[in-house]
């Protein structure tokens, strides 16, 4: 019997499995890449066709990561982004309507335009690329179809993941084959560590409405690549700083869509950057990351 039902198996999806196997029967989809999770079933299901997987296995629970994340290629591909972030989300709510499960949907900070930062849970939205469009119509579908659901909005996930980059393993890939790295120095946000957030996540799973749920720190690009340069012993001279205005990015990015997390701390505790960096450290030297 499965107790949690984690959809998608990326980066924060093996992190959600990973703290919840301990406390409960957890199960773990992934859609084209196949992951193992010690101790968790594991399922293929594309959230855009049949979700009676959810029907049969009858979770409590059901935490939904899986989406299309990529936000230029959602910008390009506007059919497959909405299949992903809008009707994918639809989906699941209808079958956790069905078997009375809670749904915790992820969404992220790119719901907001980033002209103002340190956005709260009530702050109105207004989403500035395709991807944000797609992730709040995902929020709307979940909030339409169910009453008791979880929203829990992010922002820039890192952490350690076998299977693909994300900003701090990439900048460390970087810099340790000593490359230089240009990063951009007037973009805000709050960036989070995914185990971390998955901590978050299962604090909330008994509560109702729209969560931020972030890491404590609003911090510009450039300054967390410092940051992550230090904390992993890193020549931080590799790291130039740009303007967004040199690059040539098919989306537009929020300029500052960095979250209050006041309303989360009061169940868990949001890591700043250094304290999240620090973490990922002692994994490595644990040797836990190859
Ligand atoms: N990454 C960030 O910086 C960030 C920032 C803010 C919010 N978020 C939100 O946080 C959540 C988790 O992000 P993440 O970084 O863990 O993403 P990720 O590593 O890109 O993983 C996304 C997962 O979704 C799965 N997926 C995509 N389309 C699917 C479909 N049609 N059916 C089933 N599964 C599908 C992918 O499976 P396959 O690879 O097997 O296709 C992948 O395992 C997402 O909801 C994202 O919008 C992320």
Redesign the pocket.
């Given at each position: 019997m499965t107790e949690l039902l984690v959809?998608?198996?990326?980066?924060?999806?093996g992190a959600v499995a990973s703290a919840s196997r301990e406390r409960f029967r957890t199960a773990v989809?992934?859609?084209?890449?196949p992951l193992q999770v010690e101790g968790c079933a594991t399922y293929q299901?594309?959230?855009?066709g049949s979700v009676d997987l959810i029907r049969s296995l009858k979770p409590q629970y059901i935490v939904l990561?899986?989406?299309?994340?990529n936000v230029d290629a959602c910008e390009s591909d506007r059919i497959a982004a909405w299949?992903?972030?809008a009707l994918?989300p639809k989906n699941v709510a209808l079958a956790a309507r069905d078997i009375g499960a809670k749904l915790i949907h992820?969404?992220?900070?790119?719901v907001f335009d980033g002209e103002r930062g340190m956005y709260r849970e009530d702050d109105p939205t207004s989403p500035i690329n395709y991807y944000g469009e797609s992730?709040l119509a995902g929020e709307s579908a979940v909030q339409d179809i169910l009453e008791d659901y979880v929203i829990a909005r992010?922002?820039?996930?890192y952490g350690w993941?076998p299977s693909?980059l994300?900003f701090v393993t990439w900048a460390v890939q970087e810099m340790g084959r000593g490359n230089k790295i240009n990063i951009v120095n007037d973009q805000y946000n709050s960036p989070t560590l995914?185990s971390n957030l998955a901590d978050m996540i299962l604090s909330l799973k008994d509560e109702t409405g729209i969560f931020h749920t972030a890491g404590s720190e609003r911090i510009s690009r450039y300054d967390f690549s410092l940051k992550i340069a230090r904390a992993f012993g890193l020549d931080e001279s590799l790291i130039i700083p740009i303007s967004s205005d040199a690059l040539n990015w098919k989306a537009r990015r929020p300029r500052d869509s960095s979250l209050d997390i006041s309303l989360v701390s009061s169940f868990s505790k949001p890591l700043n950057v250094e304290e999240g960096l620090k973490s990922m450290v002692k994994v490595a030297k644990q040797g836990m990351v190859t």
């Open positions: 959809i998608g198996g990326g980066l924060l999806g989809t992934y859609n084209s890449h299901m594309d959230i855009t990561t899986a989406a299309m994340t299949k992903a972030n994918g992820v969404s992220t900070d790119y992730k992010t922002s820039v996930l993941n693909r994300n995914s």
